[in-house]
């Protein structure tokens, strides 16, 4: 049965990328991966399941408990075949979901919010925001009874993220619309969560930003996941299980007790 009120997370892992050299998904983040990082972020914001759509064949890195795999089972279909294999995979079990690639470091759950609270209030289909000048079809909200329609175009030889909205009911969101949150302003207000890595340059100038601001015990720290040592952690005000590779974004507040105490 779908339920009206849980939202999913989809993450297209890609597959090898002909300006990086290598596939992203296993790109290092800051002792995590892109990968990781990404489908991490989507279990602690949406309370739904998270799938990571993988390539025909292609292996993962590490993923965080509880995500799960979708493999794609067409290779070179372009990332709308990964968008429905993805949808599909979770259309019994969510109305909605978040979609994103896995090459978006600065994804904050803020704009993850945003989005999916766009997307039902609209009651539209698909929210399509064009942030920071561009459109966003893979940082974005979708109905997941969207996955046949997307097969089927896809079959009929149109493979572009934007022949979507040519066929449903879109809501898009520039970026006053995105920032009228007051939580998305204050917490990422040059919308970084629509930024990916490209190329190796791309890649050097992500890694070289100064990591969010985060509080730690009351402490205010600069760090990008949580840590070991941990053997309780409430972040935000819930208790959440324990990972070191827990992806922590600008505003976090994290308690932690520490395993040496």
């Known amino acids: 049965m779908i339920t009206a009120v849980r939202t999913a997370g989809v993450v297209l892992a890609g597959g090898r990328s002909t300006r990086m050299g290598r596939a992203k998904a296993g790109l290092p983040w800051h002792g995590s991966t892109f990968l990781y990082r990404t489908s991490a972020l989507l279990r602690r914001t949406v309370d739904g399941p998270v799938v990571v759509v993988a390539a025909p064949g292609q292996g993962l890195p590490e993923l965080p408990a509880g995500v799960e795999i979708a493999e794609d089972p067409v290779e070179g279909l372009g990332p709308m075949q990964g968008v ?3 949808l599909a995979s979770v259309a019994g079990r969510a109305e909605s979901a978040f979609v994103c690639s896995t090459d978006m470091p600065f994804l904050h759950p803020a704009y993850v919010r945003r989005v999916m609270r766009a997307l039902a209030e609209t009651g539209a289909d698909l929210v399509l925001p064009w942030a920071n000048g561009h459109r966003q079809p893979l940082a974005t909200g979708y109905r997941t009874a ?56 791309d890649y050097a100038a992500a890694l070289a930003r100064e990591l969010p601001e985060i509080t730690v015990n009351g402490r205010t720290v600069r760090a990008a996941t949580l840590g070991p040592r ?18 922590l974004v600008a505003g976090d507040s994290v308690t932690v007790v520490d395993d040496e105490e």
């Open 84 to 86: 429905a294999v993805g």
């Open 146 to 201: 969207l996955h046949p329609l997307i097969t089927r175009l896809i079959g009929e030889g149109d493979l572009r993220p934007g022949m979507l909205p040519k066929h449903c009911e879109v809501a898009q969101l520039d970026d006053a619309v995105l920032l009228d949150d007051r939580d998305l302003r204050q917490l990422d207000p040059r919308l970084d969560s629509v930024v990916n890595v490209n190329t190796p340059e």
């Open 230 to 247: 941990a053997s309780a952690v409430v972040l935000n005000g819930v208790e959440i299980a324990p990972d070191p590779l827990l992806p």
